[in-house]
């Protein structure tokens, strides 16, 4: 059994050029976002020669005109429990394309022979933690024994737990993320997708505040 923390990478669209605070990595592309959106928003108000997009979209967000923001997309791709899943797909304007258990057989090389799980935030480092694992580790035998009697992995996945790994990869425009980045970061969200949410949302903020500096970040984030 493997242990891993969850975590997440924006897919699309990014540029190759080089961020200052992000150096050797891809960048998301703000100009192609921001264009896309100036463009459309131009249309409704036919104000080509007045301010740059920056200042206009900032416009857009702040009187409310957020239909315009969705000519914009952004794919991600998070790595965290099923538990996370179930929440993210209930965001019904996106698309998603999520790991599959019924296809996907734990037991054979590629996936190491074992299962791997997201540890959850909030176990003690005492008594919850080794609880957790042993219950972790029950799943994972009951699992590899179940297909070694011959049973398929769609069957076998009945024992598998909350805390399994997934990778899911969510498009959806940016008014929805936005949508989705002020409920999952709201205090009252789950722990583990609020701790995903935080990460992208604190990202979002340096290379779109044009798009999502309003929401809010707690203190001793970003």
Aim: hydrophobic share 35%.
């Amino acid at each position: 059994m493997k242990i891993e923390k969850a975590s997440f990478e924006i897919l699309e669209p990014l540029t190759s050029r080089f961020g200052e605070s992000i150096s050797k990595k891809e960048v998301l592309d703000r100009e192609k976002i921001l264009s896309i959106i100036e463009k459309a928003g131009r249309t409704c108000y036919k104000s080509e020669a007045k301010g740059d997009a920056s200042s206009f979209i900032r416009g857009l967000i702040r009187n409310g005109h957020h239909s315009v923001i969705e000519h914009a997309s952004m794919t991600v791709k998070f790595i965290c429990d099923r538990g996370v899943t179930h929440e993210l797909v209930r965001h019904r304007l996106a698309s998603y394309s999520q790991e599959s258990t019924r296809y996907c057989n734990y037991s054979k090389d590629k996936f190491g022979n074992e299962i791997t799980v997201i540890k959850p935030p909030g176990l003690s480092a005492g008594e919850d933690d080794e609880i957790w694992i042993r219950a972790m580790q029950h799943a994972e035998n009951a699992y590899l024994e179940m297909i070694d009697t011959g049973l398929s992995p769609q069957i076998a996945r009945s024992v598998l737990p909350n805390s399994l790994r997934a990778e899911i990869v969510m498009t959806a425009n940016m008014r929805e993320w936005r949508h989705v980045l002020t409920l999952r970061t709201s205090e009252k969200a789950h722990p583990q997708i609020r701790s995903l949410m935080l990460g992208l949302l604190c990202i979002l903020r340096e290379w779109l505040p044009e798009l999502f500096e309003d929401i809010p970040l707690p203190l001793g984030e970003g």
